[in-house]
């Protein structure tokens, strides 16, 4: 069984950063995707920023230039680096992995980030 642990949100004024981490464990085939979804109040979960086994990154628009992604294989963990936060960031950060092509995505429990106007 594959779980995902979260950590590091928080409260943040805005123009603030914060980082985000995530820790898998269990048995999945290689290669991956890990990557962090967000949902606000009122919204659908949505892609913040994916990262596979080989590096290659994606990023929703809005956060382009303010956030970086990473990821360890060795150590299974991805991070989210998060600067220069706005209020509509505020939302609960989920982590997320699966393996590459089509396999089962497993998330993990979340974690708040608020961040204050």
């Known amino acids: 069984q594959v779980q995902l642990v979260e950590s590091g949100g928080g409260l943040v004024q805005a123009g603030g950063s914060l980082s985000l981490s995530c820790l898998a464990s269990g048995s999945i085939f290689s290669p991956t995707i890990m990557g962090w979804y967000r949902q606000a109040p009122g919204n659908e979960r949505a892609l913040v920023a994916d990262i596979t086994t080989g590096g290659s990154t994606s990023y929703a628009d809005s956060v382009k230039g303010r956030f970086t992604i990473s990821r360890d294989n060795a150590k299974k963990t991805v991070d989210l680096q998060m600067n220069s936060l706005n209020v509509e960031d505020t939302a609960v950060y989920y982590c997320?992995?699966?393996?590459?092509?089509?396999?089962?995505?497993?998330w993990g429990k979340g974690t708040l980030v608020t961040v204050s106007s």
């Open positions: 997320v992995i699966r393996a590459l092509p089509r396999g089962t995505r497993y």
